[in-house]
């Protein structure tokens, strides 16, 4: 199937897709997925996002990272077992990886890190796929008011 490439990607499986066939940024394209799979409300179509196997892009950092983002998506949303294909060995990194810059950081991240992540040997932040377009559950406001320490009440009422 064509990408079209005017919309914002409609799975998981596109991200690589159009890095690889269209030079598109990772970064880009893999938020604006985030974006399409937070506004859906449907949760059979959310999961239906993840099931398509995604290319390999030949780095071991964002090929492991993808496969902890559709384990992650699939029990942080509760829409099902995550697709078989993460668990490739080719999506599990053999050495731990931590964001550039976090030094001081590390032993957090080595607690808080989710168990999708953390079993790839990535070490990122407890909600490690904030949006705007996220949907603002008791969750993120926990972890929102733990790092800023503004309360819920705070946040509803900016909004």
Known sequence: MADNLMCSPKSLAEVPRRVKEHDQDFHVVFHE???TFYVEEDKTL???MLTECPDFLEDDV???YIGGVAEYLCYR???GTPPEW???PRRFLKKPWFPPGVETEK???LVESPSAFKRRLIFIEA???RRISMPHDGRWFAYEEMRTSLKQDVYLSLW
């Open 33 to 35: 997925f985030l974006d």
């Open 46 to 48: 959310k999961y239906a």
């Open 62 to 64: 964002k090929d492991s």
């Open 77 to 79: 949303w509760g829409i």
């Open 86 to 88: 993460t668990n490739d």
């Open 107 to 109: 032993p957090r991240l």
């Open 127 to 129: 909600e490690p796929l």
